[in-house]
């Protein structure tokens, strides 16, 4: 009696334990599951963050051979352009009469040229050093804003990796606000006021159609749009949008506001 006990109890104790072990295996498999599946969504988030960056990359190294390619052509235009005035002034420098055999005695010449025109002797020593200490120093203004811009726009990506460079300074309403700040103001700044404008004239624009719909629907009446469905995209005219009832402009909200948004900009 006492031995079947004992191996009853132990069938018991058999069971137990197994059935805890398969409930330990289910919980690590859940586990699991959720771990692979939250790596899956942080895998697929990650996705478009390193095409933004890729695509960016790709837009900063396009933008590199762009202005490669152009100084080169500049330098073709204005090796071919300083030949012509050599040859236009049979190879001699008319205020010193003596020849211009190179480019560099063509470019002194220029000088010369712009020295008159700011009212300098062409022929002073004095007024030649004076005029090269103000082209030094615009040239070495324009190397600083060419620096500044180059830095800004890798501090901007940098900062904002997943905003397309290329949209956005294809964006016409981009382009109109941030002209006269691009080059004195960082990218970044220039985007973020960029962004608040925008969403305070959404905002008002959406407060405005509002108002403007409210005061165009000014009597109920029973309508629907004739000849269509009210499901589809046919926008409600004028007419339509004051006779219908506060219930039929709950119902059909989406196709009101677009045909309220469509009014406004016609009579604009």
């Known amino acids: ?25 289910d919980n690590d498999t859940q586990t699991q599951q959720e771990e692979q599946k939250g790596q899956k969504e942080q895998s697929t988030e990650e996705i478009p963050k390193k095409q933004d960056k890729k695509t960016n990359a790709e837009y900063a190294q396009k933008r590199r051979e762009q202005e490669r390619l152009e100084q080169e052509r500049k330098a073709l235009e204005r090796q071919a352009e300083l030949r012509g005035i050599r040859k236009a002034l049979k190879n001699t420098n008319p205020y010193t009469d003596e020849p211009m055999e190179t480019d560099e005695d063509v470019e002194f010449y220029l000088t010369q040229v712009e020295m008159e025109k700011e009212g300098l002797d062409p022929l002073s020593l004095k007024d030649y050093k004076t005029f090269q200490l103000k082209s030094q120093e615009a040239t070495k203004q324009t190397k600083q804003r060419e620096e500044f811009l180059r830095k800004d726009s890798e501090e901007f990506v940098k900062k904002y990796p997943s905003v397309k460079v290329d949209e956005l300074f294809a964006d016409t309403r981009f382009k109109r606000f941030s002209k006269g700040k691009l080059g004195n103001v960082p990218l970044a700044e220039v985007y973020e006021d960029y962004q608040e404008f925008i969403s305070e004239i959404d905002t008002k624009a959406q407060e405005l159609a509002e108002k403007r719909l409210a005061k165009t629907i000014a009597s109920p009446g029973d309508l629907k749009p004739s000849g269509a469905d009210t499901k589809q995209e046919r926008l409600y ?11 039929e402009i709950s119902k059909n909200w989406d196709l009101v506001k677009k045909s309220q948004e469509a009014l406004i900009k016609q009579k604009k």
């Open 1 to 25: 009696m006492e031995l079947e006990q004992k191996q009853t109890v132990e069938t018991v104790e058999n069971k137990n334990e197994i059935e805890i072990n398969e409930d330990f295996s």
């Open 237 to 247: 005219t004028f007419e339509e949008l004051k006779k219908m009832s506060q219930a």
